[in-house]
């Protein structure tokens, strides 16, 4: 299953609002507050549609008749009527407003923990700067409709259907003209609408692009600035939002046209209808009090047209932001969660990789590994070598379980990953990559990253281990520190150190080095070496070295060439017996295997060492 997610949608889902529908399980929590709030907006339509009635009883009843009673309790009336209809759109107003901020809250927490969950193989094909532009960008464009567009459109709605009901109880005759002219004004806000709700879509592709540009560059500031490309980024980056731009001014093209419309057709046509009213009263056959009513209830029921026509624009644009966001909601890791609760035994066999083959999803047709078969013992210490791309990192990928293999089995202590839940399998590893992560975060929380609830003591110590204390203890407010964010205030060293830190500290029983100690200088490093070699002790390692001098103490070395073991043993017997090795360690250490040149075993060139 692809979880890609596509840059547009179906060209027959571009003419529906039906995603919007989509939004109903995140709306349902809060039914009663809905519920209260479609109370305060009839009730705020339903006021808003009786002042017309009093004012046709003023003046009919009022100014024609001379009665000072009536016009004073009709004068009351309408102040009565006035603060119903205030304190009910207030409501309405707090309502609606506090439910499009929770349901936009709780659409990104859901978005945002789904994307959390993905597999590495959805993020090989969909660029993080559009996943946040879909969780900002996006999720304020439903906030907009449901916390105000969509109260605005119920209330015009009401305000339609009851100003038509009124006119036609005020004049049936006037009222049917009004009501043949409304079909005309349909046509064009359907024609218009579809437009503008494909215009939408491709604007938001354009503006999630203009993102996902300017977050990459922004992360690689130091490799655009060595090479002096900045003029080059820049030009790009206008580009795209260039083009952003030009697609946002096709679409407010198209709704200004779409309101102008509206305005001049249903204006026309009221124009006209009061015009035929104005002859009716001349003639007596209405009074000037309802004439007053059907022209305030024909104003209300063209400004109610105008609004929806706005509102259904929101609502177009709304259905393309809701869209992006369930593709995300909808596409699913190829890595499946175990739906069993086995847990890994304390004790067992170690690891164990039988007949694993495994190809990159973003490469199909080239083996990461190809009919693989480990096995490492409990608290071995095993390190793996061989060129770059010989899939070294591919096994602690799997291992990991952030891909599967396509065929063989990862088993740990007899119990086969697929069977364990990720949390519970991944609790028992530590990692140490090779280009260390640093959060925008203190030191503190930094090293306790793996463990939340380990003691001041305990990571003071982890940080010893890992000799990071000396640096750390320098830094303006030690362990109190701030970072910066992928840490900037720190050397790439000491990056690596408090990494490593973590790990130690995490202090799980299997340990994955990642070419742990590559940021290092000389004697970091045979500090570092020495507590890696400590933490190591009691529990499964697995190291990954391209720095042979590093791994010549472990217990085995697993030499990989094109996903396949190609040789085992320790370091001297390496020496002898692997060409491959024996020319790794010719490149570091000037040692010559007399066995590996007598051959010529080995002619390609390593590219990686």
Not at 21 to 47: C, M, Q
Not at 68 to 82: E, G, P
Not at 448 to 459: E, F, I, K, M, N
């Amino acid at each position: 299953m692809s979880d890609a997610v596509p840059s547009s949608p179906p060209a027959s889902a571009s003419r529906r609002i039906g995603p919007l529908f989509a939004l109903l399980p995140f709306l349902r929590p809060y039914a009663g507050r809905w519920a209260l709030a479609f109370l305060a907006l009839v009730t705020s339509a339903g006021a808003t549609l009786v002042l017309p009635v009093a004012f046709k009883y003023l003046i009919d009843r009022g100014f024609a008749g001379g009665d000072r009673a009536h016009i004073d309790r009709y004068f009351f009336a309408l102040f009565l009527v006035s603060l119903v209809l205030a304190a009910a759109t207030a409501l309405r107003f707090y309502l609606v407003s506090w439910l499009g901020e929770r349901v936009t809250a709780d659409l990104r927490r859901a978005v945002y923990d789904h994307v959390l969950g993905m597999s590495p193989q959805f993020f090989e094909t969909t660029q993080t700067g559009e996943v946040l532009s879909r969780l900002t960008a996006d999720t304020t464009l439903i906030q907009a409709v449901v916390g105000t567009s969509l109260s605005l459109g119920l209330r015009n709605f009401f305000l339609l259907t009851g100003g038509v009901a009124m006119l036609a109880v005020t004049s049936p005759v006037l009222s049917g003209y009004i009501i043949a002219t409304l079909v005309v004004v349909v046509a064009p806000i359907v024609i218009f609408g579809r437009r503008v709700r494909r215009l939408s879509r491709a604007s938001q592709d354009k503006i999630a692009n203009t993102s996902a540009l300017a977050g990459e560059v922004l992360n690689a500031m130091p490799t655009v600035q060595s090479y002096t490309q900045e003029p080059f980024e820049v030009r790009r980056f206008a580009g795209a939002v260039e083009a952003a731009f030009d697609t946002a001014l096709t679409r407010i093209r198209a709704r200004a046209w779409l309101t102008a419309v509206v305005i001049v057709l249903v204006f026309s046509a009221i124009v006209f209808v009061l015009w035929l009213g104005a002859q009716a009263v001349l003639a007596g056959r209405m009074t000037a009090g309802q004439l007053s009513q059907f022209i305030l209830y024909a104003v209300f029921t063209a400004g109610a047209v105008g609004a929806v026509a706005e509102v259904w624009g929101d609502l177009q644009r709304a259905a393309g932001a809701t869209e992006r966001l369930l593709q995300l909601l909808a596409a699913r890791s190829p890595v499946v969660q175990a739906e069993t609760t086995v847990a890994l035994p304390a004790r067992g066999e170690g690891i164990r990789f039988d007949n694993v083959s495994f190809s990159y999803p973003s490469r199909p047709g080239i083996a990461a590994l190809s009919a693989l078969s480990l096995d490492v013992r409990p608290g071995e210490h095993v390190a793996l070598v061989g060129p770059s791309g010989a899939g070294k990192t591919t096994l602690f990928q799997l291992l990991l379980r952030f891909y599967d293999p396509q065929s063989g089995s990862i088993l740990i202590n007899g119990v086969p990953t697929r069977d364990v839940p990720l949390v519970e399998l991944r609790k028992e590893i530590g990692v140490v990559l090779q280009e260390s992560v640093i959060f925008s975060g203190s030191v503190l929380d930094n090293i306790r990253y793996g463990a939340p609830d380990a003691t001041l003591a305990q990571v003071q110590r982890a940080a010893e281990m890992a000799a990071a204390a000396g640096f750390i203890d320098e830094l303006p407010q030690g362990y109190d520190t701030f970072l910066g964010e992928r840490g900037v205030r720190l050397s790439g060293g000491q990056r690596q150190r408090i990494a490593i830190a973590r790990a130690i500290l995490k202090n799980p029983p299997i340990l994955l080095l990642d070419e742990a100690t590559s940021a290092l200088d000389a004697a970091s490093e045979r500090l570092v070496q020495k507590a890696l070699d400590n933490a190591a002790q009691n529990r499964t390692t697995l190291v990954i070295a391209h720095r042979l001098a590093t791994v010549q103490q472990a217990d085995r070395i697993v030499v990989l060439e094109q996903g396949r073991i190609v040789a085992q043993g320790r370091h001297a017997e390496l020496l002898l017996s692997s060409p491959l090795y024996a020319q790794l360690a010719a490149l570091q250490f000037g040692e010559q295997s007399g066995h590996a040149v007598q051959r010529g075993a080995v002619s390609d060139p390593i590219d990686s060492v």
